[in-house]
């Protein structure tokens, strides 16, 4: 190595999305590899994302990961495959800094340390995991001088950690393509379009329950291969088809194309977990009163208006096509799922503020004198006050991205967690 002694330490931070599968993936047909029975399309979004430094220094005596400010064990065989994948690509780096430089042939023997945070709930149904791992793959990747050695193999490596974490690594919407070949070389994710291409699209995560699911996602797709036939059923039937049509929606900006498609493949993934054996159920009354909300607007105005979709997990993601429509929809959320009266608003809605302020929102009197939405005229329209947790409004968002050393979460002479 270009410097001599054990005092000193290397290290990068990167920031990965989260991502809504529209057209979802569940199921794997090879488990280790985790390859999927079918494609699938996500939204990349602009809000939701997790922070990972990884470091290495020669006095690290093992790999040491931290997660959400608490130490985790890294010997899990996801964590294991991709530092392993990365390490086998790395490069002679050079640190600009202070002119340090680490061989090819080093990073094998250094362990790594690794800090990483969500900026949003773990394992509640908002991929978490998916930012996670690909963002531990981008930010390994950077630290060790990794090279891809074909277009999208990062993606794969990422895949290994999580398979939505595939597409984490690219902005706008993603396709994760499942691929033939049985080393996984082929499912890889590749960039349908930028997120600029649908900036007018607005999304609206309604966040039911921020608590871990009770059946994993993982535990989840292997009880439905095993056991629902609807589940093969829609992977090799219903979903080919579906990804033609999503594409062609997504590339056209046809929103009433997208929102049916989108509304359609959510609730099929759900009868999928209905019909495994013993059935997963992954929403809850909040959830389905969310999707009565836009069912019935959607109904009333003879177009669709917004679209929904739900991951393994309880909270909408919601879909407006420009801003005057998330006005509406963020107007009739509130409307029928108002804070408690001593709630602070600031926190009950997050994320893109120019969304809140065209809804006209800025205090809870403001939620408490909205209209009845049209399509509740003459009926008495229930409103659950403090069933939501809160709301973050978003957009499509950019893909994994380095971060500058201020964002550091672990001390630079010491590569352990900042206090």
Excluded at 192 to 209: F, P, T
Aim: charged letters at 20%; one cysteine or more.
């Amino acid at each position: 190595m270009g410097i001599a002694g054990n005092d000193w330490v290397l290290m990068k931070t990167a920031r990965a999305p989260s991502n809504i599968a529209v057209i979802k993936y569940w199921g794997k047909r090879d488990e280790k590899l985790i390859l999927p029975i079918n494609s699938s399309i996500s939204v990349t979004l602009d809000y939701l994302f997790a922070t990972t430094t990884v470091a290495v220094g020669p006095s690290f005596t093992s790999d040491r990961l931290w997660l959400n400010g608490k130490e985790v064990s890294m010997e899990s065989e996801r964590y294991k495959n991709c530092l392993q994948q990365i390490r086998s690509r790395a490069t002679d780096v050079t640190d600009e800094k202070t002119g340090l430089v680490v061989k090819k042939e080093d990073w094998k023997d250094l362990h790594v340390h690794v800090a990483s945070r969500n900026n949003f709930p773990t394992a509640a149904g908002l991929a978490s995991s998916a930012a996670g791992f690909a963002c531990l793959v981008y930010a390994l990747a950077h630290l060790m001088g990794a090279k891809e050695t074909y277009e999208g193999e990062f993606s794969a490596i990422a895949r290994l950690g999580s398979g939505s974490a595939c597409r984490s690594l690219y902005g706008g919407f993603v396709k994760w393509n499942m691929g033939k070949e049985d080393s996984g070389r082929d499912s890889i994710a590749t960039q349908i379009v930028e997120k600029d291409h649908w900036k007018d699209l607005v999304i609206i995560i309604a966040v039911v329950s921020s608590r871990q699911k009770e059946t994993s996602s993982t535990a989840g797709m292997q009880t439905s291969v095993k056991t629902s036939p609807l589940l093969h059923h829609r992977a090799e039937v219903v979903v080919p088809k579906r990804i033609e049509q999503m594409e062609q929606a997504i590339l056209k900006q046809d929103f009433a194309t997208f929102a049916k498609l989108t509304c359609a493949d959510s609730n099929q993934f759900h009868a999928t977990c209905l019909d495994t054996s013993p059935p997963i159920f992954y929403m809850n009354d909040t959830s389905r009163r969310l999707i009565g909300l836009v069912e019935k607007w959607n109904a009333h105005e003879g177009t669709p208006q917004a679209a929904y979709t739900f991951d393994a997990g309880p909270n909408a993601v919601l879909f407006a096509p420009n801003n005057e429509v998330a006005k509406s929809l963020l107007q009739r959320i509130l409307y029928l799922f108002p804070p408690a009266a001593d709630a602070d608003i600031s926190k009950y809605v997050i994320g893109d503020q120019s969304i809140m302020e065209l809804a006209g929102i800025k205090t809870v009197q403001d939620i408490e004198s909205l209209p009845t939405p049209s399509e509740w005229s003459g009926i008495d329209a229930p409103r659950m006050k403090g069933e939501l947790g809160y709301l973050i409004c978003s957009r499509p968002g950019q893909g994994a991205i380095v971060l500058d050393e201020s964002a550091h979460l672990l001390g630079g002479t010491t590569g352990l967690p900042a206090e």
